[in-house]
């Protein structure tokens, strides 16, 4: 059901109102704190070599291999991913997957790299891979429930940020 609502909210235009919709019912199914991880193999990564990659080129961009982006924050937690052993996600019946690929036609017209939505896009890149747990400021017990979600990140944890505490992931990061 969860996967049929992502599903559901990549296609949906923003102005409709439908992802308010779907998101509360996601909400009331995932209750408040949600296991869930849509893409299985999520469960290929390898902490060890995702480390190395993000020390590495943190402040060595693989520009040749992954291009750069003017915000590139889930480019990078992509590339880190993928690194990492999460192999790319694609298929017939998936319009964006999970992927980057290099432009092959030979025209400077096109970028050189072609970047799905859920590789650079925080929301997207959040809401494909799952959320294993949640902190949120505005509930009561807000010291409580932060020394929960700060205990379970450890080495290898990716972390989002909703700016705005509005079910929209604004940014992504990768403990090393």
Known sequence: MLQKLDELSIVLPYNTGGMEKIEEYKNQIEGPQMQLFSYSGNSSFNVSKGVTF????????DILNYGKLS??????????????????????????????????????????????????????????????????????GRYQAFVK????????????????ADGSWNHNGFVT
């Open 71 to 140: 915000q590139d924050c889930t480019n990078f937690t992509s590339q880190i991913k993928h690194e990492g052993g999460v192999p790319f996600y694609k298929t017939a019946t998936d319009s964006d997957g999970w992927n980057l690929k290099m432009n092959t036609t030979g025209t400077s017209v096109l970028p050189k790299y072609i970047y799905s939505t859920r590789w650079v896009n925080a929301d997207k890149f959040v809401k494909f891979f799952g959320v294993k747990s949640k902190y949120s400021a505005s509930t009561l």
């Open 54 to 61: 993000a020390v590495n080129r943190a402040t060595s961009p």
């Open 149 to 164: 979600f700060a205990a379970a990140i450890k080495k290898g944890s990716f972390i989002a940020y909703d700016k705005e």
